[in-house]
């Protein structure tokens, strides 16, 4: 019993491990069907509209609140497979915020080292020159890990930093993970993640130089489509409560919508939309304190958005196509009717003559129409197929079929 058991066990950590690998690299190589040609895109729009719930007082005389753009990123990558073990990532980012920006263009060169094993190599320029090298590697048949270090230059000298993660299989749906930092913002940190059919549980904890904290997120799956989802986070420097839910809007296409309560970063209600490997964010912030009002209208105004639109566009339209899909699958084929002048036209026809079949000639039947007379091994062959009571009887070529009944 024991033996059997080792053996379940042994099973589920290859089957855990072989997922982890294809999450990390098959999945995304576009050599996969599933990576959508490897392009992947994100941004970013950052909205301020406390006005809307903390106006400021000078300015209580304006008809309309001030609602403006801090913020926007861009991130765009493609990814070009050179052989079936060597991949090339070409990516790029821009961020504007307050008027200042920055962005960067890498290239990043990655190949399978082994069956369950690849190396990465990454270089970046724009905002000063960077080096980065990634690895990855299943330790044991219930574990893996992955080590990355990052040097990039400085105004005195270059910078290091590393970042090595391993993960364990604690059962058939539980993995811990141990994440450690060093460099500037060194940190440890340690998490537990527990998934099944309908949910996901993580609890984490990190012990840092600038920051500690514990978490804690959930996730649920009401249906097929529909997910919700909340989180907690006390730390030192800031806690916050988390709470929202995600739509599956299409085949391709996901909505989300969440709020973020904070002590530092306020109220802030962030839309997601996922379109295939393209996702939009647009992060609003409604207050830069914890405001009631703010909490109540941005959990309330994305609902009725989503009922009302759903309600009155959505449905709809989708009855509407599914209906006329119905009517054209039942709608009968349309013959087109033949002009009365035509019919004495079309009567002279060509045929086939199974007549004499040693002669050889050809003619007109007598109504207009060519006549063709078989060689005898023409004949034969045929004679072969047809029936006997056929062969008597013309026999239409293919461009002439045979008139319809009157």
């Known amino acids: ?25 098959l999945f995304n190589c576009p050599v996969c069907p599933m990576s959508n040609n490897g392009i992947k895109g ?21 008809a309309m609140p001030n609602v403006e753009v801090t913020k926007m990123v861009i991130n765009q990558s493609i990814e070009a497979p050179l052989t079936t073990s060597d991949t090339m990532t070409l990516s790029g980012n821009l961020t504007v915020q307050n008027g200042n920006g920055i ?20 270089f970046a320029a724009g905002n000063g020159p960077t080096l980065q090298l990634r690895a990855f590697r299943n ?96 730390g030192l420097l800031e806690s916050q409560l988390s709470y929202g839910a995600d ?15 904070g002590s530092l ?30 909490i109540f209208y941005g959990t309330v105004t994305p609902l009725l958005l989503y009922y009302a639109i759903s ?6 339209f989708l009855a509407k196509a599914k209906e006329t899909s119905v009517s054209n699958k039942r709608k009968p084929d349309f013959i087109s009717p033949v002009h009365p002048g035509a019919l004495q036209k079309n009567r002279k026809r060509s045929y086939v003559s199974l007549g004499n079949p040693g002669r050889l000639s050809t003619g007109y039947n007598g109504l207009g129409g060519h006549s063709t007379v078989l060689m005898p091994s023409q004949a034969k062959r045929i004679k072969k197929v047809a029936k006997p009571q056929t062969l008597s009887k013309f026999v239409r070529t293919k461009a002439n079929p045979p008139l319809p009944h009157m």
């Not at 990043?108 to 094993?117: I, L, N, Y």
């Not at 940190?189 to 840092?208: I, P, T, Y």
């Not at 939009?280 to 405001?291: A, G, R, T």
């Open 1 to 25: 019993m024991n033996d059997f058991n080792d053996k379940k066990k042994k099973k589920d950590c290859t089957e855990e491990q072989t997922r982890r690998f294809n999450d990390v690299f």
């Open 42 to 62: 994100n941004f970013v729009v950052g909205v301020d509209g406390t006005d809307l719930f903390e106006p400021y007082d000078d300015y209580n005389d304006r």
């Open 103 to 122: 962005g960067h263009v890498s290239a990043a060169w990655r190949r399978v080292v082994s069956t369950f094993s690849w190396a990465e190599i990454e």
């Open 139 to 234: 330790l044991t048949t219930c574990s893996y890990g992955n080590l990355g270090l990052v040097f990039h230059k400085q105004t005195r000298g270059i910078g290091a930093g590393v970042q090595a993660m391993v993960a364990r299989q604690l059962g058939s749906h539980t993995t811990g993970y141990i994440t450690w930092k060093g460099g500037s913002g060194s940190s440890m940190e340690s998490s537990f993640v527990k998934e099944s059919d309908n949910s996901r549980l993580q609890l984490g904890l990190q012990l840092g130089v600038k920051n500690c904290f514990a978490s804690l997120t959930y996730q649920y799956k009401i249906d097929v489509d529909t997910r919700l989802r909340t989180g907690i986070k006390f």
């Open 247 to 261: 739509r599956k809007i299409s085949e391709h296409s996901n909505l989300g919508a969440s709020i973020t309560i």
């Open 265 to 294: 970063n306020g109220v802030v209600l962030k839309i997601r939309l996922n379109r295939s490997n393209q996702s939009f964010v647009f992060p609003l912030l409604l207050s830069d304190s914890i405001s009631p009002m703010a």
């Open 311 to 316: 309600t009155l566009l959505v449905k709809p």
